[in-house]
């Protein structure tokens, strides 16, 4: 069966810190790796993934993938309050079946 | 109106009622998703459409049943649920074929079966 697992679940930080969410995943044809970030209710799309080893980035969130390992981090710098959301990985594999994480919770502290 | 929007954005029914949940969408996508995201749970998917047919239903119960009449508008109609039903039921839209795509999602409907 399909799994895509999202940590920490939950991450308390101050305004300015550095912060890097995880998602491991177990796939079938793995094709793409995406991730969210949810507010107070629609995900907003951040960065699709889809190659090893290249950096997708946009301001201060960046994004990489490893296929080999089966993983993907997202960073966040210099962090502000309205970054404050649950952070979504998501990973389209077979049967074109789009596969959800639990989501991170990240809490900014001014 | 731009992007995806749904309706009602919050709902509260009986287990005996019978309602509907509206989505439309204004960005040309062809396929369109019903999303369950209960709390504490990962995203469920539910149901896909792809040019208006069906080509995904994820084992969902059968008291809920879709119906796409074009590539613009997705509903969900809702009969005899149960309390466990209650979540936040979002829609979302991509272009075409290849779900991995970007989806956009509408703002969602917030049900609560009593």
């Known amino acids: 069966e399909d799994k895509v697992v999202q940590s920490p679940l939950s991450l308390v930080v101050h305004e300015g810190d550095t912060v890097t969410l995880n998602c491991s995943y177990e796939?079938?044809?793995?094709?793409?790796l995406l991730w969210y970030k949810q507010e107070k209710k629609a995900p907003t799309f951040l960065f699709m993934l889809t190659s090893s080893g290249i950096e997708k980035k946009s301001g201060r969130l960046s994004s990489i993938l490893d296929k080999k390992e089966l993983f993907s981090i997202l960073n966040i710098t210099a962090t502000q309050t309205g970054d404050s959301a649950v952070y979504l990985c998501?990973?389209?594999?077979?049967?074109?079946?789009?596969?959800f994480g639990q989501g991170t919770r990240l809490t900014i502290n001014p | 109106e731009t992007g995806v929007t749904q309706t009602p954005r919050h709902l509260v029914m009986g287990m005996t009622n019978k309602k509907s949940l509206k989505c439309e969408q204004h960005l040309g996508h062809n396929a369109m998703y019903w999303y369950k995201q209960s709390a504490k749970k990962p995203l469920e998917l539910m149901f896909v459409y792809n040019f208006k047919e069906q080509t995904e239903n994820n084992s969902v119960p059968s008291r809920f049943s879709p119906e796409c009449p074009n590539s613009s508008h997705l509903f969900l109609h809702l009969h005899t649920l149960q309390p466990e039903d209650s979540a936040l039921y979002l829609c979302?839209?991509?272009?075409?074929?290849?779900?991995?795509?970007?989806?956009?999602f509408g703002p969602g409907t917030r049900l609560t079966v009593t």
């Open positions: 796939v079938t044809n793995f094709r793409s």
């Open positions: 979302a839209s991509s272009q075409e074929k290849d779900y991995s795509y970007e989806q956009y």
């Open positions: 998501a990973v389209l594999g077979g049967a074109q079946k789009l596969v």
